[in-house]
Each structure stands twice: as structure tokens, then as C-alpha cells.
């Protein structure tokens, strides 16, 4: 008989991540082909997992490195864009007190919007969080990212195109999954503050786009709703 697995073991973070992990590889690939397409080789690629270590922003590098932008308009951009993990780490943070400085460091390093999401839910059902699950989901996701954009890279050159292959839409597909699994831990009388936070994510978008780019707006939209549905919170 197989030994169980213990709650808020290293095994069991990778167990949860499971789920997750076609995402990271299809947009990983689709992030290795996209660096090839702007001239990078699969080391550069590589590399530029393992040190910016986020979709979006992987994404954004390459388009501006194709349109020649400076080093500096890169660095604001890809700041601006990543800007949402001050507020995850900030979400995270209360429940790893008791552990130490380096190991929070360790997780808020490691932490996606997709780990997050995977642990909202385990929050949302009022589970504790520990640092070994949280480290085995994190790192899982890790390796899994860096070895996917290294095999996009590899192969970039056979998939000029992502978007024939729908791999332009899989960030999409996972965020939507995480959503609506996390809707179903959520108590009813919390379904409509959720979808006034969602009006009011789309108003803002929408009204910032006239005065900012749409990335930007975004990254300003989630911060204002988010303020607003931690305020109104009850």
C-alpha cells in the first residue's frame, strides 16, 4: 500500500501543481519560440526564463527587442508589468511568519499568478499553507517553465507562428480554469461582491486604455480593483 502523502508536504506542492503544468509548458514553448523569433538563441532564451521567470513579461522583452527599444524601456516595461507580485507576496506573506526571512524570500522569488492561484484556493477553503507545499509547488513550475522555453526555443524555428497551434491563448485557458475552480470554494454570498470586482476590473481597463497603453492599463486596473475588493471585503 503507497505511503500517503502528507497535507503540506514538498510532494504534495508538486502534486497540486500538476494541474498547471500544461499551461507552463504551452506558453513556455510558445515563450522559446517568440525569443527565437526576436533573434535571441536557446541559451538567451533560456537564460531569460530562468531570470525573468515570467510569461507576460518574456513576451513584452521580445517584442520590444524586435522594434529596438533601449535597455532602459525594457527594464520600466517588464518592472511595470510585474508589478502584480508586490501585491501577491503581500497576500502570501501573513500565512509564512513563522517561518524564516530566507525561506519567504525563497517562495516570494518563485511565486506566478498560477501558484498563487493554486494557493487562493487552498486559502479559500481555510486550509493552512506551509512553506514545504508552497516550495513544491513553486519549484515544479520553475523547472517546468525554464524546460519548456528552452524546448520552444529549440524548436522555434519549425513554429514560426504560435498562434496556428493556439498556444497564443493557453495563458488564457489557465487563468479561466483557476478562476472558475476557485469559484467553486467560494461561498454564494461572496458571488456577487465578486462580480462587481469583475465590472469594475472591465470599466477600468476600458477607461484607462484611452489615456495609457493597455498593459499599463492593466497593471493599474488590477491594482485599483484589488485596493477596492481588499476595502470592501467582508
Known amino acids: 500500500m503507497p505511503e500517503q502523502v502528507s497535507e503540506g508536504s514538498f510532494l504534495q506542492g508538486i502534486k497540486d501543481c500538476i494541474p498547471t503544468l500544461l499551461g507552463y509548458i504551452s506558453i513556455g514553448i510558445a515563450a522559446g519560440v517568440a525569443g527565437i523569433a526576436a533573434n535571441l538563441n536557446v541559451l538567451e532564451v533560456t537564460l531569460l526564463a530562468v531570470f525573468v521567470y515570467a510569461g507576460a513579461a518574456q513576451f513584452i522583452i521580445c517584442a520590444m527587442l524586435l522594434t ?8 520600466v516595461t517588464t518592472f511595470i508589468v510585474n508589478f502584480r507580485h508586490f501585491l501577491l507576496g503581500a497576500t502570501l506573506a501573513p500565512h509564512f511568519q513563522k517561518d524564516s526571512m530566507l525561506k519567504n524570500i525563497g517562495i516570494s522569488l518563485l511565486v506566478t499568478d498560477e501558484s498563487f492561484g493554486v494557493a487562493a484556493m487552498k486559502l479559500a477553503k481555510k486550509e493552512p499553507m506551509y512553506a514545504a507545499w508552497m516550495n513544491g509547488l513553486n519549484i515544479t513550475a520553475y523547472v517546468v517553465w525554464i524546460a519548456s522555453c528552452a524546448l520552444g526555443g529549440m524548436v522555434g524555428k ?31 454570498s ?29 497593471v493599474l486596473s488590477t491594482l485599483i480593483v484589488a485596493t477596492i475588493g481588499v476595502v470592501t471585503d467582508r
Open 190 to 218: 461572496k458571488l456577487r461582491h465578486i462580480a462587481f470586482l469583475i465590472l469594475y476590473m472591465l470599466i477600468f481597463m476600458i477607461g484607462l486604455s484611452f489615456v495609457v497603453s493597455s498593459n499599463v492599463a492593466v
Open 158 to 188: 519549425l513554429i514560426p507562428n504560435p498562434a496556428l497551434f493556439g498556444l497564443d491563448f493557453a495563458l488564457t485557458a489557465m487563468f479561466v480554469a483557476l478562476f472558475v475552480f476557485q469559484l467553486q470554494s467560494v461561498p454564494k
Open 68 to 75: 529596438n527599444s533601449t535597455t532602459l524601456a525594457i527594464i
